[in-house]
C-alpha cells in the first residue's frame, strides 16, 4: 500500500471514517452498550473509557494483521483474545498509575474491554484479511467512533446530572442537578434521545436530494 497515490490515500481516509461516523459502533451498529451505559455518567470517565478502548482496538488490529498468516486458524479466536488482554493489561496499568479514583470509578468497566464485541468484531472481520496499515486505521476509525459517542453522552449526562463539565462546574450555583441522568436510567435516556436526533438528521440528509429534484 503506498499512501502517496490518491487512491490509498482515499482508502485509507475511509477506513478511518466507517467507524467514526458511516457504521459508528454505538450510534449506528449500537454495540458495547455495556461500557457505554455504565461509564457515561461523566465527560471524564467516557473520554478515559474511549481512549482505551481506542488505543487496545487499533493496536490489536494491526498485531493481527501481523500475524494473521502465522496464527493457525483452529485457534485464532483464542489467539486474539489473548492479543487483545495483553494491550487491556498495559491500560490498565497506566490508568492506575495515572489516577487511583479515575482508576476506581472505571471499577470492572477496563479488564472488561477484553470481552468487547467491537474489539474482537473487528479484529475478525477486518484485520485478518487486511494489511497492517489499513487494518491499524480501522481500528482507530472505530475506537474514535466509540470515543466520540461516549463523549456526547458523557457531556450531556454531567452537565444535566451535575452541572458541571469534566468536574469544573459550567451551569451555575442555581442550577437544579437531574439527579436521574447520573443513575443508569439516564444513560437509556441520553442514549435514546441521541439515537433518535442522529436518525431524523440522516433521514433528512437522504431526504434532501429527493426534495430538490422534486422541485
Known sequence: MDPTRPEERASAADDVLRGLWRENPVFVQVLGMCPTLAVSNSALNALTMGLATTFVMSLSCLLVSLLRHAIPSQVRIASYVLLIATFVTIVDYVIQAISLSLHAALGAFI???????????????????????????????TGAGFTLALGCLGVVRELLGSGSLFGFPVLGSRFEPWVVM?????????????????????????????????S
Not at 190 to 214: D, M, N, V
Open 111 to 141: 479488564p472488561l474491554i477484553v470481552v468487547n464485541c467491537q474489539i474482537l468484531g473487528r479484529a475478525e472481520a477486518f484485520a485478518q484479511h487486511h494489511g497492517p496499515l489499513r487494518s491499524f486505521l480501522d481500528g482507530l476509525g
Open 182 to 214: 447520573v443513575l443508569p436510567s439516564g444513560g437509556f435516556f441520553t442514549l435514546g434521545a441521541w439515537l433518535l436526533a442522529i436518525r431524523y438528521w440522516r433521514r433528512r440528509r437522504e431526504a434532501a436530494p429527493r426534495l430538490q429534484e422534486a
